[in-house]
């Protein structure tokens, strides 16, 4: 009898061990996930052009799925969200190591010493992916006519390629995580605002319609804001003035540091 109690004791004391072991581990993993951040490089640019193109746009592109997907055009549900403000974003610096943002900071400070001459808004806009992987984000599309952001991309790049490696020396793990911050190729474009696409799923009778659906409203949208790009947009108010370049933090929502052109 005492050998069978012994014996009890001792298994309930092994499960209780891995037990306590494996919420360790996962607390552990969950700390090193939350402790990790984005960094988005931006350029901020100066255009009235922009704020007229959104305020114009956000009414009738709500009003166009409303009546794609037959819902009531005075429902006060809103499927695009426009962005607050232009943002042409030049570099995604994802997953940065905990407590390493001046080491990142400060591999960018002799980056940005020289304005933009040639930076212009086209008329045509696209769908880019969001992280749901639908293309979701409506974008205007931005003439890179002497590849100043391309350049910049580029040195962008390969300073934080050489602080990573630096930094892997000391610490035998990345500063930040390069592959994903780097998987699309770097196409100029500037944000206009969200569809929310789960949203539109949601008031479907069938869901299996959305794709085709979706597909509809991307096309009405794209030539509707086109016409409106090309009614607000002046050819000589096409050139894009960019005077400063910030640094935001995705967790934080709000720049950590400026640098003026």
């Given at each position: 009898?005492?050998?069978?109690?012994?014996?009890?004791?001792?298994?309930?004391?092994?499960?209780?061990?891995?037990?306590?072991?494996?919420?360790?581990?996962?607390?552990?993993?969950?700390?090193?996930?939350?402790?990790?951040?984005?960094?988005?490089?931006?350029?901020?640019?100066?255009?009235?052009?922009?704020?007229?193109?959104?305020?114009?746009?956000?009414?009738?592109?709500?009003?166009?799925?409303?009546?794609?997907?037959?819902?009531?055009?005075?429902?006060?549900?809103?499927?695009?969200?426009?962005?607050?403000?232009?943002?042409?974003?030049?570099?995604?610096?994802?997953?940065?190591?905990?407590?390493?943002?001046?080491?990142?900071?400060?591999?960018?400070?002799?980056?940005?010493?020289?304005?933009?001459?040639?930076?212009?808004?086209?008329?045509?806009?696209?769908?880019?992916?969001?992280?749901?992987?639908?293309?979701?984000?409506?974008?205007?599309?931005?003439?890179?006519?002497?590849?100043?952001?391309k350049q910049l991309n580029?040195?962008?790049?390969?300073?934080?390629?050489?602080?990573?490696?630096?930094?892997?020396?000391?610490?035998?793990?990345?500063?930040?995580?390069?592959?994903?911050?780097?998987?699309?190729?770097?196409?100029?474009?500037?944000?206009?605002?969200?569809?929310?696409?789960?949203?539109?799923?949601?008031?479907?009778?069938?869901?299996?319609?959305?794709?085709?659906?979706?597909e509809a409203i991307q096309?009405?949208?794209?030539?509707?804001?086109?016409?409106?790009?090309?009614?607000?947009?002046?050819?000589?108010?096409?050139i894009l003035i960019i005077?400063?370049?910030?640094?935001?933090?995705?967790?934080?929502?709000?720049?950590?540091?400026?640098?003026?052109?």
């Open positions: 009898m005492k050998n069978n109690i012994a014996v009890s004791m001792c298994i309930t004391f092994f499960v209780l061990l891995i037990s306590y072991y494996n919420l360790q581990k996962n607390q552990l993993k969950n700390s090193v996930q939350s402790e990790q951040h984005t960094l988005l490089i931006q350029a901020l640019p100066e255009s009235a052009v922009f704020t007229t193109i959104i305020e114009s746009i956000a009414d009738e592109i709500n009003n166009i799925i409303k009546k794609e997907i037959s819902l009531d055009k005075n429902s006060d549900v809103n499927f695009f969200i426009p962005k607050p403000a232009p943002r042409l974003t030049l570099y995604y610096i994802n997953d940065i190591a905990e407590n390493n943002d001046n080491l990142v900071l400060s591999s960018l400070n002799d980056i940005f010493t020289h304005p933009f001459n040639f930076i212009f808004i086209t008329p045509t806009v696209d769908f880019f992916e969001g992280p749901f992987g639908i293309k979701d984000e409506l974008v205007i599309m931005i003439n890179d006519q002497n590849n100043e952001l580029n040195q962008i790049k390969t300073a934080l390629h050489n602080a990573d490696n630096i930094y892997q020396q000391g610490h035998h793990t990345s500063l930040y995580n390069k592959t994903k911050s780097e998987q699309y190729d770097y196409i100029p474009h500037i944000g206009l605002g969200r569809i929310r696409t789960t949203s539109i799923k949601n008031h479907l009778q069938d869901p299996s319609q959305f794709l085709a659906l979706f096309k009405k949208i794209q030539i509707y804001v086109e016409s409106i790009i090309k009614n607000a947009m002046p050819q000589n108010n096409s005077n400063k370049i910030g640094v935001l933090d995705l967790d934080k929502k709000s720049y950590i540091k400026e640098y003026s052109l």
